[in-house]
T-cell receptor, first 113, second 113 residues
Framework: AAGVIQSPRHLIKEKRETATLKCYPIPRHDTVYWYQQGPGQDPQFLISFYEKMQSDKGSIPDRFSAQQFSDYHSELNMSSLELGDSALYFC????????????FGPGTRLTVT | KNQVEQSPQSLIILEGKNCTLQCNYTVSPFSNLRWYKQDTGRGPVSLTIMTFSENTKSNGRYTATLDADTKQSSLHITASQLSDSASYICVVSAANAGNMLTFGGGTRLMVKP
């Protein structure tokens, strides 16, 4: 069965650069969530989208922005990268905003040097 | 504040043995509780999901219990295998939070031969 796809899987950037992470939800899923997991830390909810509109907002820095496109894929744009942004970024998708089940992607490992 | 606490933080068991992981939560109003297995550097994989009315759910060698009155859940792993070595994360969803999740800190399980 098709799963959540994230690209790239690994990304290395320097401080103050920008990065764009992509998430392709499971087909027919209309809701996308972004999480950030620092080394040894719990995943932290960043932001979610339902039907191409921002649904909920968590601890997403102002330097980050995200959007969901007409084909339901989502992109997380990160600017002015800091060393502390190094983390695993997970995307999850679900069918419906109030769905119980979120399916996680494999994650993008971002390293900021 | 919504919180999820897991114990123990880490656990080492011998292959073939059983173990039980604990999760206590203060998320309110409660919607559902999930147990995820997360291999290092990978996305979390759902093991079980339980709503308020469910108190036991099994998935192969994994059995989760939920006591909504005491706000406690456990994950029991039977006949452990080396591939069970991973972090097990308890995640609780609040009913009024647009399906945002509160993650526990996880239990790091290591199964030794």
């Amino acid at each position: 069965a098709a799963g959540v796809i994230q690209s790239p899987r690994h990304l290395i950037k320097e401080k103050r650069e920008t990065a764009t992470l992509k998430c392709y939800p499971i087909p027919r899923h209309d809701t996308v969530y972004w999480y950030q997991q620092g080394p040894g830390q719990d995943p932290q909810f960043l932001i979610s989208f339902y039907e191409k509109m921002q649904s909920d907002k968590g601890s997403i820095p102002d330097r980050f922005s995200a959007q969901q496109f007409s084909d339901y894929h989502s992109e997380l744009n990160m600017s002015s990268l800091e060393l502390g942004d190094s983390a695993l970024y997970f995307c999850a998708s679900s069918l419906g905003r109030e769905s119980y089940e979120q399916y996680f992607g494999p994650g993008t490992r971002l390293t900021v040097t | 504040k919504n919180q999820v606490e897991q114990s123990p933080q880490s656990l080492i068991i011998l292959e073939g043995k059983n173990c039980t992981l604990q999760c206590n939560y203060t998320v309110s109003p409660f919607s559902n509780l999930r147990w995820y297995k997360q291999d290092t550097g990978r996305g979390p994989v759902s093991l079980t999901i339980m709503t308020f009315s469910e108190n036991t759910k099994s998935n192969g060698r994994y059995t989760a219990t939920l006591d909504a009155d005491t706000k406690q859940s456990s994950l029991h792993i039977t006949a452990s295998q080396l591939s069970d070595s991973a972090s097990y994360i308890c995640v609780v969803s609040a009913a009024n939070a647009g399906n945002m999740l509160t993650f526990g800190g996880g239990t790091r399980l290591m199964v030794k031969p």
